[in-house]
């Protein structure tokens, strides 16, 4: 995934399932969202305020803890996304 000003994106090789119902635009900071749209993942830092205008969005999950530690990176990384139980 690659750091921007808001988040950690990256796009996936491939699709995941989900629910046209649960397409929204926006996230809240924390937020891991997937926008069906091009197959994108993204774990959102900051912006919350502005993100409306980024529509296709679909939650997966959240951050449970301060971001400050995501806000002070750079560059890409390797991620790995795990199903809590």
């Known amino acids: ?6 988040g950690c994106c990256g796009q996936l090789g491939f ?4 629910d046209a ?3 929204h635009p926006g996230w809240r900071d924390g937020d891991l969202n997937y ?3 091009g197959d994108w993942l993204a774990l959102f830092f900051d912006d919350e305020e502005n ?6 969005q679909v ?4 951050v449970n803890g301060p971001l400050d530690a995501l ?10 996304i795990e199903l809590s139980k």
Do not use: W
Not at 1 to 6: D, L, P, R, Y
Not at 59 to 62: I, S
């Open 1 to 6: 995934m690659g750091v921007s000003s808001v």
């Open 15 to 18: 699709s995941l399932p989900c």
């Open 21 to 23: 119902a649960d397409v």
């Open 35 to 37: 926008k069906p749209e």
């Open 51 to 56: 993100s409306a205008r980024y529509g296709g």
């Open 59 to 62: 939650t997966l999950g959240r």
């Open 71 to 80: 806000r002070e990176l750079e560059g890409t990384h390797d991620v790995r």
